[in-house]
Every structure is written in C-alpha cells, then in structure tokens.
C-alpha cells in the first residue's frame, strides 16, 4: 500500500523550529518562518541545513499527537494552560531522546527514524490521516512525566504572574521546560534501579526509564 503525505511550508518550518528547540518562535507569527530579514527563520529552516522528510513528518505527527493528549487532560479538570503547551511539549520530547542518546546527533536521528518506521501507518484498507497516527513511544513519554511537569509549570506560570499564552509563547519557556527534564533526571539517576539485581549492579531509575526508548 503505498500512502502519501503532503507537508505545507509553515508545518515543515514549525516542526523544524520545534526540533532546533525553538518551541515559542514555532507559536509565534507564521511570517518568521518564510521571512528573510534579521528575525526571520527562512535560511535557517528551508536552506542552510533542512531537515529531511521522516523527521518532518515525524514532528507534525507528534504535534496532532500532543495537541489532542493535552486537549483530553484539560477537558478531564487539567489546567487550561496545558492547551498552549503543544509545541513545548513536542520540542522537550526530542530534547529527552537526544539526552538519552548522550547527546549523539546521529544517534538521535537514527533512534526518531526507528520510532517513525513503527508507526501503524493503514487500518488495513486506507492510509490513516496524520492526525490519526500514534506513536507509542511518546505516549510512554507523556504518561510519565505528565503529573510532575503539569505541576511544575503550573507553579512555575502562577508564580510568575503570566497569562497561559504568553507563558508559552515567552523565550524563557522553553528553558523553563529544558530545566525541568534535567532536574527530572537528574531525580532518576539518583534513585536506585527498582529492580533489585540491577539497582545491585550500580543501575538507576534512569537506566530503567532509557530501557524503553533506546
């Protein structure tokens, strides 16, 4: 079965935003992305080094993906923020693989490239639509860490004083949300192993959490 997905120019330049870790400009004006002057993001997207497809298109099934995620929790009482935490989201999701990849390019792109080859892309008669494409490896990832992140950033945002939108779209959001996933494990090295034999061996929660995405 051979299924075709088209990407528009302001998906492919969100998701490469998204991936070069720049979740809040990916929020921002769809101008930046085609633009040329000084704050414009065209060279960096479209010419210097592009991503390639699978990344790409990986990316915009990881947004549909989250988008709906957090739409679900805050319809279930969430806080409302969490709506506007799509791309922040997404982009720390490709921060965490690349961390556990020891911070490898290569190895970061052949692990993405695994998890875009497991995706169940047909039921069987049809293609499925991109926002009906699932990857099970940031479920994993968003069941695990949503509770202490939502707090987290829930405390974070009031603390501030700042309105849900312009937290997320403010260029200290992201760090916020890097800070909080090293922290994260940075608790998980710190905690034994929970299997005995292993945590025995000198093996960590985070060696047992790395277990499932690598």
């Known amino acids: ?8 120019p302001l998906d492919f330049g969100k998701a490469s935003l998204i991936m070069n870790g720049e979740p809040s400009v990916a929020k921002s004006s769809a101008k ?16 210097d080094e592009p ?5 790409i298109l990986y990316t915009n099934i990881l947004l549909h993906q989250c988008k709906a995620l957090l739409k679900a929790r805050v319809e279930a009482g969430g806080p409302p923020f969490l709506n ?5 989201l997404s982009s720390l999701f490709h921060d965490f693989i690349l961390n556990i990849c020891d911070d490898d390019p290569d190895d970061w792109e052949d692990t993405i490239e695994e998890y875009f080859d497991a995706i169940v892309w047909d039921d069987g008669v049809q293609g499925k639509k991109i ?35 312009s937290f997320f779209n403010g260029p200290n959001s992201s760090t916020i949300c890097i800070e909080w ?4 494990i940075a608790g998980n ?3 034994p192993h929970p299997v005995a034999a292993n945590a025995a061996a000198g093996e960590t929660m985070h060696d047992a959490v790395k277990a499932n995405y690598v």
């Open 1 to 8: 079965m051979a299924i075709h997905y088209r990407i528009h």
């Open 32 to 47: 930046r992305c085609h633009a040329t002057n000084a704050t414009g993001k065209y060279s960096e997207i479209f010419v």
């Open 51 to 55: 991503f390639a497809p699978k990344p």
């Open 84 to 88: 506007q935490a799509v791309a922040h």
């Open 131 to 165: 926002n009906e494409l699932i990857c099970n490896k940031f479920t994993l990832w968003f069941g695990a860490i949503m509770g202490a992140w939502s707090a987290h950033m829930q405390g974070t945002h009031f603390a501030a004083g700042e309105s849900a939108n």
């Open 181 to 184: 996933m090293e922290n994260w």
């Open 189 to 191: 090295i710190a905690t």
